[in-house]
């Protein structure tokens, strides 16, 4: 994780009330302006020339950082003791009741 996303992170943390409510609001659908802000630091990044553009190499990276944010999401809303790990009965506790389907949300 980037030194940015880590400090976010903790003052997220700090300023909403701990990690519970970091984990509750991870678990929803980010807002639209969540998702604006991250997909612009997330093109910063990946604009390795400072173009304002992305080349093919550069939007591989950029999909490959959003993917990778889209993980690290996913793991804090399953990491639901906040340890760092997640436990086989964490990952049976988000399970789609009925099949493997994809419930809605942020995944």
């Given amino acids: 994780m980037k030194f940015y996303r880590i400090v976010f992170f903790a003052g997220w943390c700090a300023m909403s009330g701990g990690f519970a409510s ?11 302006e969540e998702m604006t802000a991250q997909q612009a630091a997330i093109f910063a990044e990946a604009d390795a020339d ?3 553009t992305l080349s093919l190499s550069e939007f591989s990276t950029f999909t490959k950082l959003f993917e990778a944010m889209r993980a690290e999401r996913h793991f804090t809303c399953l990491d639901a003791n906040g340890d760092g ?3 086989a009965e964490e990952l049976a506790a988000h399970r789609p009741p009925h099949g493997p389907h994809h419930p809605p949300g942020p995944f």
């Avoid at 970091?22 to 639209?32: D, I, L, N, Q």
Wanted: glycine share 12%; proline share 12%; hydrophobic share 30%.
């Fill in 85 to 87: 790990q997640v436990s």
């Fill in 50 to 52: 400072k173009s304002g």
């Fill in 22 to 32: 970091v984990v509750a609001a991870e678990c929803g659908p980010p807002s639209e």
